[in-house]
């Protein structure tokens, strides 16, 4: 066996809840947030949903002995809310937005706004590259009804699709955030059989905190005790997810969540509970990952493949689901702007009549017809507005549908090779493009 | 010395100036281009500006025997016009969206709609893996004055990013497009630095087409030979670049473009030039790229570090001033909004002093009343929209200027690690973080 190595990482996240003004008791719970990162100087600190510069820059002034390096996100109207503080050296970053993220006109959802996005930072962490990515899917609002959970799909799978492509090569792989989604959710299973992922919950040796890891609860404060029915005891939507490499096995030691109230303080740090998760990375020599260990995770491989079959084309029904309903929103863009169209010209049909017959004697109804006119042309302009984001929503649904598609071909061409060698164990080369999916051996 | 196998790919790509209606002869040049490609039998073809999505359907259904796996990209409004055809299967696709593509207003340039992007399909080519990207980015409309200059910079600086966080683990590496830049722009000087990519043209062993490579020129019957000037021989801003890794070295055996003519056809396929680059792949084992190479590429590193910096730091500047712009922009929409509310409520005011006194004599001039009323809500809405797009374009410039600042910081340090290195020749590590940038000397 190879030596080993063992470094600690100390890893929180926390979706901040920061909206100026609006959420409650803000500027006090960024101090509280503030002195409890400088006390508990955790390594790697991902913070959600600060959504204001400000906040970050009083975190990052009150956080520069603890924390010397940090990252704010940027994108969007608002931003992404994302940012993250570390002990360690951020070498480089890397953003990506979310192709589809809820519209605009949902003003008091606000999603759409926040330009939701996966933040990536490369870290080196004794002598190890870790790729650190900081996340925050669009809201569930209703369950029941979740008009959203096309768009929050088709995230959860460029969410894949870019921890895939983009850890390659990297010795550690963390990944916390607000997923808005349950453990067994459709994104999730598709995230977590992608990618490799394991989540630190069920992972963890030890644990401190809300009951099955719930991370927003009905004790907490600021928690409306009605929006979790039926979810009485609290919903999972809040992550620290990670794997290792042929360089590092990683071990998830200890997990603690906050129980709805911050110690010593008269309300909690958020409306959602923090995550702290304690790593230990252990460094061995690359070269007892091949051999017997790389065979059996061959063979294991097959039936995430299949596993993963399963859960693509599942995804794909749904983004059809959205396909579906983004058609039928641009035709009624459509429909209401012919609609628009044809009372203008029916008003300016109208006016024509006394102007062509000049010196009658009825009084030309001026106020109405400018009245009539304006809400014509406003017709028009909204709709023609709706029909550009429609159309944009259809081309990144279809986009998305598409590379779906494509996966689930080359997966299933994956199986049959795996069929043809396990029966016969032969020598041949594992079949084409293994590498390139996150189902990796290695 | 290891074994090397041999395998040869010819790459194509060609802009097709594919708008439905506005560009010249485009059915007829489709199928030239479609009878041309599957007579010529390319292994991969990377098109750009194929802006129709019935336009692709067509070439899938020519090339099907020819070209059995291909994809379409789709974003934005209209799509980004992004096409590949291939011999060898796709096993997946990624793309990523420019945060900055022009802005929505300026129609008549078309490029905001696009949606542009960065396609990236993962082939396997012989038993190696390809990461083949296919672009296209802001067009420049007039050099003396370019007003998208800081969102080309963006766009290059991301494209840079993708490839090289996407590419870690490839063997090959192609990226085919119309980058819209003089070879000496500093985006490609970015794109070229960071990557590490090599220019087919610079490093073909044999040429056949346009004088100094030039993929727009004034011989082409399509092309408007005043918007040349100053070039008058032309310009050359179609490029296929590539890199091999440790596994396999690629050599560019032969290089040709079309010379303003398609032999013949009474008209040339598009109005840029078409590129075919001849590749050679010769595959080894990976254990002789360790030892000697290994110690040469990393001494050599240090000046294309020193040189990295310096052209982030270009790119920083060019980034800010694309910043003071949009500050600008901003700013005015801002204060054609205050006037507009402003002049808003002083009809409101002047409306409001006849209804106080009833029964005066004169008549209320209602027409007058509606129009500028009108037209005040109008100023409204449009700064309104304008106020958020320019938004979310700082954004995207300050996100990329942090990025770019953090990078330097990261690289500089690697200098100064660079420097206690080599005059002592000790036996330290490499400094930390070496292997997450592109001049990775694997």
């Not at 909206?19 to 913070?47: A, F, N, T, W």
């Amino acid at each position: 066996m190879a030596n080993t190595d063992s470094v600690s990482v100390r890893v929180f996240s926390l979706n901040c809840w920061g909206i100026r003004y609006l959420c409650k008791h803000l500027p006090q719970r960024y101090v509280m947030i503030g002195d409890m990162l400088s006390k508990e100087k955790h390594d790697i600190v991902l913070l959600q949903e600060v959504w204001s510069e400000k906040d970050y820059l009083y975190l990052r002034q009150t956080l520069a002995s603890s924390h010397p390096h940090s990252h704010y996100f940027k994108s969007g109207v608002i931003g992404s809310g994302l940012a993250i503080f570390t002990k360690f050296r951020i070498h480089d970053t890397f953003l990506y937005r979310y192709s589809l993220n809820g519209y605009p006109y949902m003003a008091h959802h606000g999603d759409w706004f926040g330009g939701k996005a996966v933040g990536l930072a490369v870290l080196n962490i004794g002598g190890l590259t870790a790729k650190v990515y900081i996340t925050h899917l669009h809201a569930e609002y209703c369950r029941d009804k979740d008009s959203y959970l096309p768009h929050r799909v088709v995230q959860a799978w460029e969410l894949q699709q870019f921890i895939c492509h983009t850890s390659v090569g990297a010795d550690v792989v963390i990944l916390g955030g607000d997923l808005n989604m349950h453990p067994q959710d459709l994104g999730n299973r598709l995230l977590w059989t992608a990618t490799g992922l394991r989540d630190s919950y069920s992972e963890t040796a030890e644990f401190d905190g809300c009951e099955d890891g719930f991370t927003v609860i009905p004790d907490n404060l600021f928690i409306n005790k009605k929006e979790l029915i039926p979810f009485n005891k609290g919903i999972r939507i809040d992550y620290i997810l990670f794997k290792g490499s042929s360089k590092a096995d990683v071990y998830c030691d200890f997990m603690s969540t906050t129980k709805g109230s911050a110690p010593g303080h008269p309300y909690p740090y958020s409306d959602h509970e923090a995550l702290t998760v304690k790593f230990r990375l252990e460094t061995h020599s690359s070269t007892d990952a091949d051999g017997d260990g790389r065979l059996k995770n061959q063979e294991s491989s097959a039936d995430s493949v299949a596993a993963l079959v399963d859960i693509v084309t599942e995804a794909r029904t749904e983004v059809k689901v959205g396909l579906h309903c983004a058609e039928r929103m641009r035709y009624t863009a459509t429909r209401t702007a012919v609609m628009g169209l044809a009372l203008l010209l029916l008003e300016l049909a109208i006016a024509a009549v006394p102007w062509l017959a000049l010196g009658a004697e009825q009084a030309f109804p001026r106020t109405s017809f400018y009245l009539l006119a304006a809400l014509c042309l406003a017709i028009l302009l909204t709709t023609a507005l709706l029909y550009v984001f429609y159309t944009m929503e259809l081309k990144s649904l279809q986009g998305a549908e598409d590379q779906m598609r494509l996966v689930v071909g080359s997966l299933q061409e994956k199986l049959r090779g795996f069929r043809l060698v396990q029966p016969q164990k032969s020598q041949r080369n594992p079949p084409e493009g293994l590498e390139t999916r996150a189902v990796d051996p290695e």
